[in-house]
């Protein structure tokens, strides 16, 4: 491996002034060590070099080719020699990432390796479930590992920096990157974002299997108004303080590396624009050391907005606000150093948004060697491996919901069956890696069919039933649905007349979910609902099988289809998982991270609501009460609703005491008994209500769950500690604190179907 002269130069030159060993690990003192080399770089930087690792271009030539002479790529390449780019993104594969990291570290004055960043969401190569469908496993282990999977993968082609996890609590189904997030649950969702960092980043972040994770998008993004993405978002503070922001601050402190603002505005600021949300509360309140990038474009946004008059103001504003790095939109590194020259804009504030550009540069280890990532046999003998396979298919099994089991027609029998496999995503071997996996190849997942021909007791025969989408399918453009061709649906009809049960698999194609895939229909798509109403005359041993990204409203099959089994996008092994939980050969146990309406005109719908004064009917056909006329208010499917093989009973809620003084803590047990004769997994939630308080609090709040596995006839007792740190809540002094009063205590196996007690906080 060649450096130049000069590389070696500064190289030693940071080695010496800091006086440290080459590995980096994770403590105070090399935290003060780092701190000490940054300092020193940043005495030797002009402010031209500052402002370039302010900058993250989109993208490059291509770099096995000649260099650009005219155009946008020509300035981004002249740049990237001159040292004026920090970062890119979408760069990815060996080749192309050392093409670009030599430029930077050995053409330019300074030689300051490059950032590598990437949207490795839930999977590079090998491809886990979507993350929604992740927090459905309630299992933060499999998350980590699906997380640390994603990481080794992407770091073997020369990632190094992924714009992962989105911990946006998400309550509109309409949004379509609900799929993206861990649901509707603010203490679910830090529990997942914590799992989702650690995979990413690992014990030690110069690992050459870690790389920098990102929390986004802050903040306020999954409350757009009529959940349509990139809208506005007007919410209350308490909604702010309560629901939005807890996930964001447990990244910071689970030590995540980096934020991303959002594209909204948040009660009438633009969040990259946000000085509240990036200084007062991330840096200033809870002491993120590391550093915000804007997403893409959105400071030259700011001017749709109607926040700023043109790229300079937007500048001006971001980086006032606290947004460190420019991502695509050019405004820093057209307009920081004049907006400094015009004493505009402090040097000092820039220092401050460059060290922690730097800071996280040396913890990744990219001034030791910034070709750590650039191993080619590395890269081939890591992608796609054995290991991740079984991996991803176990997250895969664990992600999958039952919703409905009526008759036993699952688990199915292994013999003596005429199964019709129907659908349009039943032979599917792309939709199945759903949105955000740019990384993978497309027609690499395991399809329902070839998961399910790998059982040969049974007569399988598959008919598709319809098309989904008229035209080839595409990331970057918006899908052609099928909403008037039925010819194949006879075909379909006559096969499940003469079979003795169907598997319908239904529901949204990969694409339809994910970054700018709004729905304001939360039914099947296309003809997918009259196709399942045709089958169901002939056959009424349905199972039907979902594949979808988002809560769907599903009343009709809800009331009709026996089973229903929700099977979300689940990567690269989605077909064995499906298969592998149709036979019986695993047992389900996911829980569901959102609830799930009744119809869109219910959206958004959540658990922990407020009761309102007017919760329920006082008097016989009255109508002054919060309901709706036309409709039940309770939801299809309750967030952490779901089912399982086996039967399990819940009894004997106990308190060690009534009384919980303050500064110490109670506990609360319950047993669990398996009744049925097939070992199973059962997810035990505990929920908690503060019954007054000096804000109205939510009927229920998710506070502790603990996963248990009993054998037939099995009683386990489970415990939870509650203590005056879980009873906390943003109140109406603007302070996070415990009220004293009475709380009531529920713990069952989901938000609604619950046994309970209540306590005392003196």
Not at 538 to 559: F, M
Not at 589 to 611: A, D, E, H
Not at 651 to 659: R, Y
Request: charged share 25%; proline share 4%; with cysteine.
């Amino acid at each position: 491996m060649k450096y130049t002269k000069h590389y070696y130069i500064l190289f030693l030159f940071l080695f010496f002034l800091s006086c440290t060993s080459s590995k980096i690990i994770t403590s105070e003192k090399n935290t003060t060590r780092i701190d000490f080399k940054v300092d020193s770089l940043l005495r030797i930087m002009t402010l031209e070099e500052k402002i370039g690792q302010m900058n993250q271009y989109n993208g490059f030539w291509d770099v096995t080719g000649p260099s650009p002479k005219f155009g946008q790529q020509a300035i981004k390449y002249s740049n990237l020699k001159k040292g004026l780019v920090g970062a890119v993104l979408n760069v990815k594969g060996v080749k192309e990432v050392k093409a670009l990291q030599k430029i930077a570290v050995e053409e330019t004055r300074l030689h300051i390796p490059l950032l590598f960043g990437f949207d490795v969401i839930h999977g590079y190569k090998t491809i886990s479930p979507i993350p929604l469908a992740e927090a459905s496993s309630w299992d933060m282990e499999a998350i980590k590992k699906s997380a640390s999977i994603a990481a080794e993968e992407a770091s073997s082609v020369g990632i190094n920096w992924t714009f992962a996890p989105m911990v946006d609590v998400s309550r509109d189904a309409r949004w379509g990157r609900v799929m993206e997030g861990s649901g509707e649950d603010p203490y679910l969702g830090s529990k997942i974002a914590i799992a989702r960092i650690k995979g990413f980043q690992g014990d030690d972040l110069s690992s050459i299997r870690s790389i920098a994770a990102c929390a986004k998008h802050f903040a306020g993004y999954a409350f757009a108004e009529s959940g349509r993405d990139y809208n506005s978002v007007d919410v209350s503070e308490s909604t702010l303080q309560n629901i939005i922001l807890p996930p964001f601050k447990a990244c910071v402190e689970a030590d995540i590396k980096t934020f991303m603002n959002s594209f909204n505005d948040l009660n009438g600021t633009p969040a990259t624009g946000s000085k509240y949300l990036q200084r007062t509360i991330l840096k200033e309140g809870w002491n993120f050391k590391g550093f915000v990038v804007s997403d893409w474009g959105s400071i030259n946004e700011m001017i749709s907005h109607g926040f700023a008059k043109d790229s300079k103001q937007a500048a001006e504003i971001a980086i006032s606000a606290g947004s460190d790095m420019d991502m695509e939109s050019y405004s820093y590194v057209n307009n920081l150093a004049s907006l400094v020259k015009e004493g505009k804009v402090k040097e000092t504030t820039i220092d401050d948004a460059v060290k922690r550009i730097l800071k996280v540069k040396f913890e990744l280890g990219l001034f030791e060697n910034p070709y750590k990532y650039c191993d080619e046999y590395r890269e081939k003998t890591t992608l796609g491996k054995a290991e991740f396979q079984e991996a991803v298919l176990d997250i895969a099994k664990k992600s999958i919901v039952l919703l409905k089991n009526e008759s036993n027609l699952l688990p199915l029998k292994r013999t003596g069956l005429k199964i019709a496999l129907i659908g349009p995503l039943a032979s599917d071997k792309t939709s199945p890696l759903g949105s955000w996996r740019i990384g993978a190849d497309d027609n690499t997942a395991v399809s329902v069919l070839e998961g399910m021909q790998q059982y040969q007791g049974n007569q399988l025969q598959y008919a598709k039933g319809a098309d989904l989408t008229i035209g080839p399918t595409s990331f970057v453009r918006e899908l052609h649905i099928n909403t008037n061709d039925t010819s194949q649906f006879q075909d379909a009809i006559a096969l499940a007349k003469n079979s003795d049960v169907v598997v319908a698999v239904l529901g949204e194609h990969g694409l339809q979910t994910g970054e700018g895939r709004s729905r304001t229909d939360l039914g099947l798509p296309g003809v997918q609902q009259e196709l399942l109403e045709e089958l169901f005359k002939v056959n009424k041993k349905i199972i039907l099988v979902l594949n979808n990204g988002r809560p769907l409203a599903l009343p009709w099959a809800a009331e009709n289809i026996p089973t229903i089994l929700e099977a979300w996008h689940l990567g690269t092994q989605s077909g064995n998982a499906i298969a592998q939980v149709l036979y019986g050969d695993y047992n389900p146990s996911g829980k569901l991270p959102m609830t799930f309406p009744r119809s869109v005109g219910q959206v958004p719908i959540y658990y922990n609501y407020k009761n309102t004064g007017r919760p329920i009917m006082n008097e016989p056909e009255s109508v002054f009460w919060s309901h709706y006329i036309d409709q039940e208010k309770t939801p299809l499917y309750p967030f952490g609703f779901g089912l399982s093989y086996s039967k399990f009973e819940y009894s004997d809620i106990k308190l060690s005491s009534n009384i919980l003084p303050r500064n110490s803590f109670i506990t609360v047990s319950i047993n669990v008994k398996n009744t049925s004769s097939i070992k199973g997994k059962e997810v035990v939630q505990l929920y908690l209500r503060d019954d007054i308080g000096s804000i109205t609090r939510p009927v229920k709040e998710l506070k502790g769950f603990e996963m248990i596995e009993l054998n037939p006839g099995e009683k386990k007792t489970v415990t939870f500690i509650i203590d005056e740190k879980l009873l906390k809540f943003y109140n109406s002094n603007g302070k996070w604190e415990a009220e004293s009063g009475d709380f009531k205590i529920f713990i069952g196996g989901n938000s609604v179907d619950t046994l309970e007690s209540n306590f005392k906080l003196e």
